[in-house]
T-cell receptor, first 114, second 112 residues
Framework: GAGVSQSPSNKVTEKGKDVELRCDPI?????LYWYRQSLGQGLEFLIY????????KSGLPSDRFSAERTGGSVSTLTIQRTQQEDSAVYLC????????????FGDGTRLSIL | DQQVKQNSPSLSVQEGRISILNCDYT??????FLWYKKYPAEGPTFLIS?????DKNEDGRFTVFLNKSAKHLSLHIVPSQPGDSAVYFC???????????FGQGTRLTINP
């Protein structure tokens, strides 16, 4: 498809397990962002990748969270030793480049930690 | 520290009338503002944006107004249609930090 693709769409896991979320960007988009939306909250920035530059990790809530972007394309967000407060919708967005460009979002992964 | 605020959690408007959604911000470094629309179980969809060098941008039924002195922006939808019922988020960014800072969202309901 032409849009941002995220998988899985839903993930239910037990507390303490590791999870990996995937984002396939729009072809040609060099900037990639991860956000999360907790219940009743706005979107919260997590991490930003731009080309080959070092990622902006300033939004990651703890060292249990990490992300990588291989070959400037697909990105994975990994949460280790999940906690119940990690339950949220995790959204990926991409844009042509970073400055003053609209970001286009995928439909997100709904993560539920039991 | 809520840098972008949408003080109305919900708004109800009659079909055909104007919908006005408001957003306030505190960081004077923001220079790019956007509005997104979100349906349940879908990601936000980009609607319209405005750079801080402008005070108005129009795209079809959607117009965004920016008042830099008041640190306020608004989205006008006219005429409102039932398909406009959704949650609307305003967002802001500045060149030094490409991440978007979002408001809490306003749920718009268009009544027939």
């Amino acid at each position: 498809g032409a849009g941002v693709s995220q998988s899985p769409s839903n993930k239910v896991t037990e507390k303490g397990k590791d999870v990996e979320l995937r984002c396939d960007p729009i072809s040609g988009h060099t900037a990639l962002y991860w956000y999360r939306q907790s219940l009743g909250q706005g979107l919260e920035f997590l991490i930003y990748f731009q080309g080959n530059s070092a990622p902006d990790k300033s939004g990651l809530p703890s060292d249990r969270f990490s992300a990588e972007r291989t070959g400037g394309s697909v990105s994975t967000l990994t949460i280790q030793r999940t906690q119940q407060e990690d339950s949220a919708v995790y959204l990926c967005a991409t844009s042509l480049w970073g400055f003053n460009q609209p970001q286009h979002f995928g439909d997100g992964t709904r993560l539920s930690i039991l | 520290d809520q840098q972008v605020k949408q003080n109305s959690p919900s708004l109800s408007v009659q079909e055909g009338r104007i919908s006005i959604l408001n957003c306030d911000y505190t960081n004077s470094m923001f220079d790019y503002f956007l509005w997104y629309k979100k349906y349940p179980a879908e990601g936000p969809t980009f609607l319209i944006s405005i750079s801080s060098i402008k005070d108005k941008n129009e795209d079809g039924r959607f117009t965004v107004f920016l008042n830099k002195s008041a640190k306020h922006l608004s989205l006008h939808i006219v005429p409102s249609q039932p398909g406009d019922s959704a949650v609307y988020f305003c967002a802001a960014s500045f060149q030094g930090a490409q991440k978007l800072v979002f408001g809490q969202g306003t749920r718009l309901t268009i009544n027939p």
